[in-house]
């Protein structure tokens, strides 16, 4: 019942060069059975737009504003993403919550803001390492689900990534029992608080440290609806494989 999802997150890569390496990934996927989100900088949105347009990529951003328009010098708003070709955006990833001290309150009007301009919004979630080791991961992604998912999410306007910050861009990745854990949490989580049509349709992404080696493993653990690529994403020599592993992972 849910479509898989292959999401890129380019972070602050990317110029307009790189529309080569979008083209080439939107070519090896002309009938992929999972979607395919590619989240660019805001500066090639508008440009990437254009050139996919007839392809099945959805194209993303990685953050907006939480208002639709002010005083709020180099921000963005929803609808300004919108305009520019997005569908959906990033929201919440701890880049962001650490480098902008962003908390999940401020996520989750994001997240609103988003949906409310017709955007679907991927809100991350994740523990450090210090949370893990003491043993609080479990506690941690609670609450930042309940505070960060607004109250008027669904299967089609909400994604979440549940991204351990010591896994991402270190080659670290979680091992599957950790990530079946957190998933199948999260999972709970939504059914219990949304019921389960909205519990049960929400994608669950995992990312940190995706690569096509340990994608396969990844994408045959329970609840885990695809991922959230970083660093993999930039080339379509790494991103082929992890989205052609994804069209043939089981359905969990
Ligand atoms: P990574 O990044 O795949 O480079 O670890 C993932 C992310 O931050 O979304």
Known sequence: ????????????????????????????????QS????CLPATLLSLAADQLSGTSVILGAQDCHSEPSGAHTGDLSAAMLVEA??????????????????SSELVRAKA?????????????LGESLAQREAANTLDIIAGQLSASVPDTATGENTVIA?????????????T??????????????????????????T????????????AAEIFAVSNVDGALVGGASLTQADFTPIVTALDAAPEN
């Not at 979607?35 to 590619?38: A, E, R, V, W």
């Not at 549940?162 to 979680?174: F, H, L, R, S």
Request: with cysteine.
């Open 1 to 32: 019942m849910r479509r898989k999802l292959a999401a890129g997150n380019w972070k602050m890569n990317g110029t307009r060069a790189s529309l080569a390496e979008v083209q080439a990934i939107a070519k090896a996927h002309p009938a992929a």
């Open 35 to 38: 979607d395919l989100l590619l």
């Open 85 to 102: 070709g997005a569908r959906a955006v990033i929201v919440g990833h701890s880049e962001r919550r650490e480098n902008h001290e962003e």
């Open 112 to 124: 609103r803001a988003a949906n409310e301009a017709g955007l679907m919004s991927v809100i991350c």
């Open 162 to 174: 549940y991204e351990p910050i010591w896994a991402i861009g270190t080659g670290m990745t979680a």
């Open 176 to 201: 599957t029992a950790q990530i079946g854990e957190v998933h199948d949490f999260i999972r709970a989580r939504l059914e219990r608080r949304f019921g389960a049509g909205v519990g049960l349709s």
């Open 203 to 214: 994608r669950i992404l995992y990312g940190g440290s995706v690569k096509p080696a340990n």
